[in-house]
């Protein structure tokens, strides 16, 4: 399965190293279907040729990067965009994620970071188009359940005489979703490995226990589920009605075949298209059933009771950003106030497990970007998660953290000193280019990945002059150049063009540099 991606960049270097990257891989998958350098069309070029991929440059020209975004999610939610940037400032980051962008990745790019990357889209997408047709497919099923449903009850209430007001009542329906953990073993030990007459035998036994209440489907897709659509009468406990089915389901099949069954149970609606919603909350419930002691049985409405703590997005990039400007004591500061906040919140310590293996994922693609790997960093040959699941206390977990932590710093550090060199020597380049912006050293610290007094102690020692001296005389060169180019120009605007907002400030820094005001400076120099 091959898919299209659009690049949007105006860097035609980066435009070619992206397809040099994909033309390195043998059959990545990804097809170059185009390349913009500018952002005006772009909306008129997806709607005709319609990309499953677009990589994205937040600086476009002309048109913001997220306000693209923004508007490709709008129209085409089913579009993967992947965002790159020059800038590294976790605002970007956040509106980039807060639209749905589905990575952030900062140029210039990293090789195996960007083949992950679009590897990982491409992986997403074939996800997606699987569940699309396993969706369409369980639509149908539905439908044609509910109808045989209502055939079924509609019977049963003739038949038992009731009045238009009971009639109304047994109108809402509700998906049970039932999957066997250990399917596997018990269909070979007691079945001759026969899937199909397990998932019959289990059907059937279903069928019993609803009676005229329901009926049940045999997933296509996964031989340890079974989907059920329940019809319930709305004079009685909604909830009550559809548990007691669900515990009789679940004690009747586990007696019966030796199977061990969790069971996610939807809301009830009263139409067709909700009762595919319910379907969806089913399996959300389901994946929810391990953090919740519900012996096995969840309602979709548990987990809002029941949420799992999730470390949200800027306090790691803040732990991220504290390790990659070498600022140790703030991100063990991190740690500390994270603990407390899993002591605070009752976090079980297997959760807390996951939650730090999540952190450390995050830490080694940070590692990554120095080529490195935190597997490398910690001792013995263990591996990283089978390490976090051997410590047993919140003490010695801590503890670990912090230690990776130590090392990880120290890496960056070393790995910093080594290449600062060509990085005072990427910002100087910068300033020649970038003179006219605003570059104070904290915007330059940042853009760069380094500390302030880092970069101020390294800068001098490699320059020989302070950061701000160095900038200035580049401003001070390009503004002499520009008094004689552009003759007619007012002092304050050949201020503006090199990057100072006042003039008066500009005035008194050129007649320091070249011992005479910026007009006496033109009018020397045209006058030769």
Known sequence: MHFKLLVVDPDIKSRDLIKEILESQQDPGIDVLGELETGEIVFEYIKINMPDIVLLDIGMPGIDGIEILKRIKEYYKYIVVIIISEHTSFSYARDALKYDAFDFLV???DKNSFLESILRAKDHLIEERKRETELIELRSKLDKGLIQLKDQLLDSIKQQDQSEENRRGRELCTVILIKIINFNIVMKNNFDNDADLVKNRIREKVISILSRSGVAFNEASFHNELLILKCLNTDSSIYSQ????ARKIKISIEEYTNF????????????TIDTFHSYRQAIRALQHVQFIDCGGIIQIEEIKEHDTYVLPFDKENDLLSHLEKGYREQAYLFIDNIFKEFKNEHIQIEDIKEIIKELSYSIDKLVRKYDGLVQSLVQGNKLLFDIIEEINTLGDLKQWLKDLIEKVTEYIYCRKKAGIPAIISQI?????THYFDCLNLGFIAEKFNISIAYLSRSFK??????Y?????KIRMEKAAE???????????DVAEMVGFENPYYFMKRFKQHYDCTPSEYRSKKLNL
């Open 107 to 109: 140029k210039p790019l």
């Open 242 to 245: 559809v548990y007691t089915s």
């Open 260 to 271: 061990r069954l969790n069971i996610g149970i939807g809301n009830a609606y009263p139409e």
């Open 428 to 432: 100087t380049e910068y300033i020649e």
């Open 461 to 466: 020692n490699i320059t020989g002059e302070k």
């Open 468 to 472: 701000v001296d160095y900038l200035n």
């Open 482 to 492: 520009k008094l004689l180019d552009y003759s007619n120009l007012k002092i304050k």
